[in-house]
């Protein structure tokens, strides 16, 4: 009986050890997660004084609409969704009857203006040149017939003078002296007449030579409504403006399409950046050239390179639908965003692929 119970003795101090080990170990534990959380903080804390963050942030490109110039009806559409087309390539054909129509009568309007004024200059070959060089002769001729005349009317003063001093010593008789006054009369109406003449011909030139700067200017007109005829049948091929993978097709075969009307948008795949939503409280160490990283969700694992390329004149609210008033009575302060974009450095990678919309974390190295 004194055995078992000196036996019990040894028992009953050893049985404490384990529970002390477990009442310890959550304490441990708890040390370890202090510690780590600490270390974490503190890195956070060093990273932050170099660094800004943000996570709103998103991909943007130069998205370019498609759209036609003229009415028409679509008679082809060549692409489709998710496909690459290179700049010039044909994306939609139109039906471009009307166009073609319109096109034959600007250019049998213009056929018919150079028929009338020639080339639109005086020595054209047209009806309005041939007038005016028909007037013109006819100038020269009445101008001929002028020195003409004066010439018939000087002999004719002459003989008159000349028969006036024989009348008077009566050596030639009084009819000689009235036929050589009739003769006087008759060149000086001539004269008169002939002057009339080459006056109205040069009138005529006057008027003709209007004539053929108005056929210029009508051909001019003829010329310009050719060419606009001409460029709005170009716009039955739409081309692509640039390189880029088709999105958002709407444009399908027999549809009438107007002016502006979307029928495509060509994203892209190339000069894409990020711009980075920073709150104003974060720009004051941001400057223009800082180094970036960034992240988007669709390869987290994989860090993106950039710099700081430009920050935006305003917040991004100055430039929403309904820009905030704070003038109206009731004030809440609201830290405000200011839009910073970043350039992407380095090539782009065909094996992951930048989208404009991806959301991206930004980090930017402000020291």
Known sequence: MATDVAMDIPATHAAPEPAVRRKRLPLIIAGVVVLVVAAWAGRKYVYSLSHVTTDDAQLDGHITVIAPKVQAFVARVLVDDNRHVKAGDTLIVLDDRDLSVRLQ?????LANARAAGGG???GGAGQAGAQLSWSRAQRAS???TVVSAQANLKKATADLERIRGLAASRIVPAQQLDAAQAAYDAAAAELESARKQAAAAGDQVSAYGAALSGAGARLAA???AADNARLQASYAYILAPTDGIVAKRSAEVGAL????QTLMSIVPDHDVWVTAN???TQLEHVRVGDKATFTVDAYPTHTFFGHVESLSPATGARFSLLPPDNA???FTKVVQRVPV???????PDPAMPLRPGMSAVVDIATK
């Open 142 to 144: 009445a101008q001929a």
């Open 328 to 330: 109206t009575g009731n």
């Open 222 to 224: 003829a010329q310009a």
């Open 120 to 122: 639109g200059s005086a």
């Open 257 to 260: 399409v107007q002016p502006g």
């Open 341 to 347: 974009r970043i350039a992407v450095d380095g090539p």
């Open 105 to 109: 009568q600007a250019e049998a309007d």
């Open 278 to 280: 920073l709150k104003e």
